[in-house]
């Protein structure tokens, strides 16, 4: 049986231990939710104060170039393509995930235009399947639905398919599909291969060039503890920048902005998936936040984040056996994210009273409680008490009550 006295010693162990201070995380708050929404680190209010005092306040519209303004973009860009495992001028950081998705999308369609069908599998996140099926609409296109399993992936790939757009780990159950094993196979029936980082970078190691990957995006907002809304990073392999046509011409994405001609001519290469002016405030936050990551590699991150899971699964056989939870992630780690989640028919009230002890994970339909473990701010008694309390809560019904039954607009 695991103490918490064994969490204490493992938290005197953890080489990232010292990162937790860097977090502006409440007194006593555990914070099991930075898969949907990062912890602000410490010293982003400060460098918000200078952005908005200094920066625009002082600087006005002279800072577009005394502050660099106009190169912010590409400049965060390289910070978040070491976290990726890509080419400092194959990432552009712009827009949302979903916007990003869309031009990704188009431009993969537009590449291999003798080809009718975009493959995904039924469990991916709703907003990268809305937006697949806005882009199959327009190009009258088809989208071939297949089980969330590798195999079945897989199986669903053949020379009808331009495309196969993944959620690298799935979003509800926290499982890695094997992206070089699986874009290889897109490649060898001639398809494209593109993928959603949004529960990967920050947390999971990436190396899309590794993997010969052709596309990606991610957001800036979960891993990244870019701040609610952060902007979102768009990367496209070098291969394909003298063919790519993302289907958004704004003036960003020109080759020449401020010359304000009449007709559009594509920047070279990544600078063309840019659209409208970036959204600045929130470009700058990210930019300070991602220095969070400076001097810490993706494999110490990934060991933590392999403990912290293993723990609360461990923790979850152990003290929640007769509460009748189920586990929808996978058991083996090499193929789960930095997340679990449980499974459990009351698992919104579960989630809300959770939430009131000052434990915050989340809720997904129709019965998941999902956790996630941000490494370089969840500690290992972190884990423990979580677990602990769900045990101290399904034991003493505290969970219903209507407060935690009746569900709010955000789960």
């Not at 400060?46 to 502050?67: C, F, H, P, T």
């Amino acid at each position: 049986m695991v103490t918490r006295q064994d969490c204490i010693t493992l938290d005197q162990q953890d080489a990232l231990a010292a990162c937790r201070d860097k977090f502006a995380l409440p007194e006593g708050e555990i914070y099991l939710d930075g898969n949907s929404l990062g912890a602000m680190p410490r010293h982003l209010p400060a460098r918000m104060q200078e952005v908005m005092v200094k920066e625009w306040g002082n600087g006005l519209i002279r800072s577009w170039n005394d502050a660099s303004w106009i190169d912010l973009p590409k400049r965060v860009a390289g910070q978040v393509a070491r976290l990726i495992g890509a080419g400092k001028d194959e990432v552009m950081v712009a827009d949302s995930t979903s916007v990003n998705l869309y031009k990704a999308l188009v431009a993969a369609v537009r590449l291999n235009p003798a080809r009718k069908v975009i493959l995904s599998e039924r469990g991916n996140f709703p907003t990268d399947l809305y937006i697949a099926q806005g882009v199959a609409e327009i190009f009258n296109l088809e989208i071939r639905y297949v089980d969330s399993t590798p195999e079945a992936v897989l199986a669903g790939l053949d020379d009808s398919v331009a495309v196969v757009m993944l959620t690298h780990v799935n979003y509800r159950t926290g499982q890695i599909y094997p992206m070089q094993e699986i874009t290889a196979k897109a490649h060898a029936v001639g398809a494209l291969a593109l993928w959603d980082l949004a529960h990967s970078a920050g947390a999971v190691e990436v190396d899309l060039n590794a993997a010969k990957a052709d596309m990606a995006v991610g957001c800036g907002y979960k891993y990244l503890n870019g701040g609610p809304g952060a902007p979102a990073f768009v990367f496209v392999a070098e291969r394909h920048h003298k063919d790519m046509r993302q289907p958004l011409s704004g003036w960003h994405g020109h080759v020449r902005p401020f010359e304000f001609v009449l007709g559009y001519e594509p920047a070279p290469g990544i600078e063309s998936m840019q659209c409208g002016t970036p959204p600045l405030l929130s470009m700058l936050s990210l930019e300070s936040a991602l220095e969070i990551f400076d001097g810490v590699e993706m494999s110490a991150l990934r060991k933590k984040s392999v403990a912290l899971t293993e723990l609360f699964i461990k923790l979850v056989d152990e003290k929640l056996s007769p509460y009748q939870f189920g586990l929808a992630s996978p058991r083996d780690s090499a193929v789960r994210g930095s997340q679990v989640s449980l499974t459990h028919e009351q698992g919104y009230a579960i989630v809300q009273a959770l939430i009131a002890r000052g434990i915050t994970g989340d809720f997904r339909m129709p019965n998941i409680l999902r956790f996630g473990f941000t490494p370089l701010y969840v500690s290992f008694t972190n884990v423990y008490d979580t677990v602990q309390a769900i045990a101290e809560i399904m034991e003493s019904g505290e969970w219903n009550q209507d407060k935690f039954l009746t569900k709010k607009a955000v789960t």
